[in-house]
């Protein structure tokens, strides 16, 4: 006997069946066919598949036919000699081939046990019906990515932030470049303070500390106050309602009341930082005259229904040297005490001399058929308002004040200096004398005789005696039909015998509202005539403001429902300076988001001062005859 | 007690199912829609100034229910581990779960007073609706899909499926010990396929392209073409006839494995993300105070 074979194959339960098979033979053969000594019912076999062949008593041969591969403990090859004293595993497909010398039998006899070791098919492996069905395995799983992205999430929007605000405190400047922290940012930062956008610490000093106001008085140091303190604290209305309760919440979280930046918002996108909003100036203004009893600041809340008529400050005394400026409602038509005597209806006419006169000068002018607004009021640097009109600029080029022409030269009186008006008069009259005749004296040749010489000397002196004609020019010029006196109010002196002549000061307003705030180049799309009826008036003293009603027809409150919603900040300033408030400087007046109307001035902070002063006095002068 | 108690529960369930969705003629839904036609009415009566934002007092409030609800909305995950009856039973849970979740969509986005940006704010935002939109998915495929599943199942069993593929494939390991070489490696390429191999997108999508079952049919064929002998008797004819009895097998376990995954899928984001959600929550919420 040679070879013992011995096919081995298992029960449900695990517990082997063995068939064994002697064979008295030198070659086995190995192989699906049936016919095989030793029958593989494995696929990955081929019919004849291979011959295992006895060398000698302890040794064999395996070799496949065509250099079909198989493994000898574990190495692939297609032939090979293999010793049976020390047992070999020899695997075909998913067959299994254990050789080694039985132990029962004598010398020579090998034993080959024969075992299916894998599955028949991969679905008949064993399977986990539960996961094998569901996606689990196809799927990375739920806890680890669950934990994982909150570890991630926790670290790079969490802690490392924390780390950097920290690191960040007392840092003036952290430079540009990313810094965790802006992954907390709420929306970009307004225009003005966009160089702060990558240092968050600038603001939020002290972690769950709410923004304090020394923040900003960092930069910000000298923003006015918008009044007394005891004043400001009698004035405010007592919290109610939703108020009470986001004040108490305030309390609660360490908020204190009338920060910077309960007014100024931030984070609020980059646009220009936008305006405090109606409430919080009609929460004192609306009802101030029931707290502040002694005030003079009359009650508003909303300028489309609760905003009184306009007080501009008009002259309203101008007898003594300097006028006497009183708030006048408009409802009370003013009269404006200037000075002046200018009727503006005479000269934007179209039809009278003046227009006539314009024709005439409307080359070299550069004017239309008649006078517009324009031609005389200018506007200033920035277009809010208008420059002063003065008689050298606006007047003269009609009104003038020639008196006199030397070699093409033409003489004219000094504007603003009565006395030197007189100086020159006087001065004309004595230099025009009248030339002695020769025949009165002198060594000069003359007719014959007495009569030529006494009529000589009657027409010199007649003409001497009508040349002293200055005293007669000087009140000419300060009378009715003067070059004066169709503008300026003249006074003449107690004693009308003397020269005493007075011009009576000139006090053109520049502005009318020293709390209130009006852009004309905001209002440029309007004629002039809109709001101010020109070319009605026939009086200097007439104040052409347009009352509250002429505003309501384009601007309401913040709320309303009209061409332009306005808040209070469109024309006030809390921090109050001289420039234009805040809501017109930075261009956010409109919640319409209309355009900017211009920067004027950068920030209140800088306490800028208006240049043009409200009044302008000028002339006031005497002219001392 | 305890009987009164049972015959009024087994009358409530009835023979007619009341699904979670219509679960108490859907009072969870009017609920949910209360929350959102209030939030949406303050909303549009508060004027806030410039812009409606998410530090405002309502603002706050909006928030504060939102977190709460998300917190309370995750709490499902363990709830759902006890099954009971009753007031607060797993079907009216889950029935507040589905609509408080979409209300989340109104509350949270008028939190925001619609101020996005590339922050961590927005990052718990959209990451809470990733999970609301998962969540949609879920339910829509929960309301549409069990039936095509049960269709296609044609009443059999996971077990049965597995069962028949196997003796399939025993059947076809016998048929084919007589082929050559070549034609017994493509059966056994059949026999080595895993049923529930390939990847994600192929669960997802039913398209097994390679599948080494239906190559051996069309291979095992084309061979036949050129050396058919006696029909019947052949045992390619039995092996074949026994791939397409296996293709079939594995169309209908695939096309259940497909419907299986599309109810699944979502729940590989649901939960995961409501994690994430949680923690850029806390993130959120700590860095708004932190940066007050």
Wanted: glycine share 10%; proline share 5%.
């Amino acid at each position: 006997m040679s070879f013992i074979v011995r096919q081995i194959s298992r029960t449900a339960e695990g517990r082997e069946i063995i068939r064994p098979r002697e064979f008295d033979q030198e070659v086995l053969t190995v192989g699906r066919d049936t016919a095989s000594d030793i029958h593989l019912a494995d696929l990955a076999v081929t019919l004849n598949h291979a011959t295992i062949r006895q060398l000698g008593p302890d040794r064999i041969r395996v070799a496949t036919e065509k250099d079909l591969p198989f493994t000898v403990n574990g190495r692939t090859t297609s032939a090979m000699e293999i010793p049976v004293a020390g047992g070999a595993e020899i695997r075909f497909g998913s067959h299994r081939l254990m050789v080694s010398r039985d132990p029962e039998g004598g010398a020579g006899l090998i034993r080959i046990d024969v075992e299916r070791v894998e599955a028949l098919s991969d679905a008949s492996e064993a399977k986990d019906e539960a996961k094998v069905f569901s996606l689990a395995g196809k799927m990375p799983s739920k806890r680890a990515v669950a934990w994982g992205t909150v570890i991630v999430v926790l670290l790079v929007f969490l802690a490392w932030p924390i780390l950097t605000a920290f690191q960040s405190q007392g840092v003036k400047d952290r430079g540009h470049g990313f810094h965790a922290d802006q992954t907390w940012t709420a929306g970009p930062l307004s225009l003005a303070h966009k160089t702060l956008e990558t240092n968050c610490q600038a603001c939020h000093q002290k972690p769950f500390v709410a923004v304090r106001d020394d923040s900003c008085l960092a930069c910000h140091a000298g923003v006015h106050d918008h009044g007394d303190p005891r004043r400001l604290a009698v004035a405010k209305a007592a919290p109610a309602g939703f108020d009470k309760i986001e004040i108490a919440f305030k309390g609660a979280f360490n908020i204190p009341e009338g920060r910077c930046v309960d007014c100024h918002l931030e984070h609020e996108g980059a646009t220009r930082m936008p305006p405090a909003r109606q409430k919080f100036c009609a929460d004192c203004h609306g009802s101030l005259s029931t707290r502040l009893t002694d005030t003079e600041i009359s009650d508003a809340a909303d300028f489309g229904t609760a905003h009184p008529q306009f007080r501009p400050a008009v002259a309203v005394n101008f007898d003594g040297p300097s006028p006497i400026i009183r708030r006048v409602s408009l409802d009370q038509q003013p009269k404006e005490d200037n000075g002046l005597k200018f009727p503006h209806a005479m000269h934007l006419s179209t039809t009278n001399g003046v227009a006539q006169m314009v024709r005439t000068m409307s080359g070299e002018q550069n004017w239309g058929q008649s006078l517009q607004c324009k031609d005389c009021h200018t506007p200033d640097a920035n277009g809010a308002g208008f420059r002063p009109v003065t008689m050298e600029q606006n007047c003269q080029m009609c009104h003038d004040l020639a008196f006199d022409k030397v070699d093409g030269t033409i003489r004219t009186l000094r504007h603003g200096d009565p006395r030197q008006v007189v100086a020159e008069l006087r001065s004309y009259y004595g230099s025009h004398g009248v030339a002695r005749p020769p025949i009165l004296g002198g060594m000069g040749r003359r007719i014959p005789g007495q009569g030529a010489a006494a009529t000589a000397a009657a027409d010199y002196y007649l003409a001497v005696g009508h040349s002293g004609g200055a005293d007669a020019a000087i009140a000419k010029v300060f009378s009715p039909g003067g070059a004066c006196y169709d503008c300026h109010m003249i006074n003449r002196a107690t004693n009308p015998y003397t020269l005493n002549f007075e011009v009576h000061p000139v006090r053109l307003p520049q502005r009318y509202f020293k709390l209130g705030w009006f852009d004309h180049r905001a209002h440029e799309t309007e004629s002039c005539e809109s709001c101010h009826s020109a070319k009605k008036s026939n009086s200097a003293t007439d104040v052409m403001l347009p009352g509250i009603a002429t505003c309501r027809s384009c601007h309401g409150g913040e709320s309303a429902h009209v061409q332009v919603p306005s808040s209070c900040a469109m024309c006030h300033d809390y921090h109050r300076g001289d420039g234009a408030p805040f809501a017109t400087r930075t261009g956010n007046g409109s919640t319409s988001g209309g355009e900017p109307v211009a920067n004027r001035g950068g920030m209140s902070a800088t306490g800028r001062a208006d240049p043009s002063p409200v009044t302008r006095v000028t002339g006031g002068r005497r002219a001392a005859g | 007690m305890a009987t009164r108690q049972l015959s009024r529960s087994a009358l409530a369930g009835g023979t007619n199912h009341e699904g979670f969705l219509r679960h108490r003629n859907f009072r969870w839904l009017k609920i949910a829609g209360g929350l959102c036609l209030v939030s949406i009415v303050a909303y549009l009566l508060i004027d806030q100034k410039p812009h409606p934002n998410g530090g405002s007092a309502y603002g706050y409030t909006l928030g504060t229910i939102g977190a709460l609800l998300i917190l309370w909305l995750t709490m499902l995950g363990l709830r759902k581990r006890a099954m009971t009856r009753g007031r607060w039973s797993l079907k009216a849970w889950t029935s507040a779960h589905v609509y408080l979740g979409l209300s989340l969509i109104i509350v949270a986005t008028l939190h925001t007073g619609f101020h996005f940006g590339w922050n961590v704010h927005t990052l718990a935002y959209v990451l809470m609706m990733i999970v609301i939109l998962s969540g949609m998915y879920g339910i829509t495929v929960y309301a549409a899909l069990p039936r095509f599943l049960s269709n296609n199942r044609e009443e059999t069993t996971q077990t049965q499926m597995l069962d028949t593929l196997r003796s399939l494939d025993r059947q076809l390991h016998d048929a084919a010990q007589p082929l050559d070489a070549g034609a017994a490696e493509l059966v056994r390429r059949s026999l080595e396929d895993n049923p529930f191999g390939g990847g994600l997108w192929q669960r997802l999508s039913g398209n097994y392209p390679k599948c080494p079952t239906r190559i051996a049919q069309l291979e095992l064929r084309r061979m036949a073409r050129g050396m058919r002998s006696s029909v019947g008797a052949d045992p390619l004819e039995k092996v074949d006839m026994l791939l397409e009895r296996k293709e079939s097998a594995l169309t209908l376990i695939r096309q259940h494995l497909r419907y299986k995954a599309l109810l699944e899928v979502w729940l590989y984001i649901h939960i995961p993300v409501t994690f994430a959600l949680i923690a850029a929550l806390a993130a959120h919420i700590i860095s708004v105070f932190f940066y007050w």
